[in-house]
């Protein structure tokens, strides 16, 4: 079993920023890709960003330039930088690991969530 544990969401002011952290632990001997997605009130749950093992990356358009997603492979770790945050990025932010575990499964974990408000 893998958990994945979030951390840093909150209240923001537009054009702030914020830092999400997102700890793996459990069953792991690697994680292929992470990422964070995110639900709006209402809306679908959408990509934000994904990065690799080999640190490729992939973001979405609304995010492009703002938000930066990193990893540290042997932390079992990611981050996503959001800088310039607007109204439209308020959301429940979610981890997601696609995970390769010992014993050989391989297995598609979420995190809890954190809420980002970005409001005046």
């Known amino acids: 079993q893998v958990q994945l544990v979030e951390s840093g969401g909150g209240l923001v002011q537009p054009g702030g920023s914020l830092r999400l952290s997102c700890a793996a632990s459990?069953?792991?001997?690697?994680?292929?890709?992470m990422g964070w997605y995110r639900q709006a009130p209402g809306k679908r749950r959408e990509l934000v960003a994904l990065i690799t093992n080999s640190g490729r990356t992939n973001y979405a358009d609304s995010v492009k330039g703002r938000f930066t997603i990193s990893r540290d492979n042997a932390k079992n770790t990611a981050w996503l930088q959001m800088n310039s945050l607007k109204p439209e990025d308020t959301a429940v932010y979610y981890c997601?690991?696609?995970?390769?575990?010992?014993?050989?499964?391989?297995?598609?974990?979420w995190g809890q969530g954190t809420q980002v408000t970005v409001s005046s």
């Open positions: 997601n690991a696609d995970v390769n575990e010992y014993g050989g499964g391989r297995n598609d974990y």
């Open positions: 459990g069953s792991i001997f690697s994680i292929s890709v």
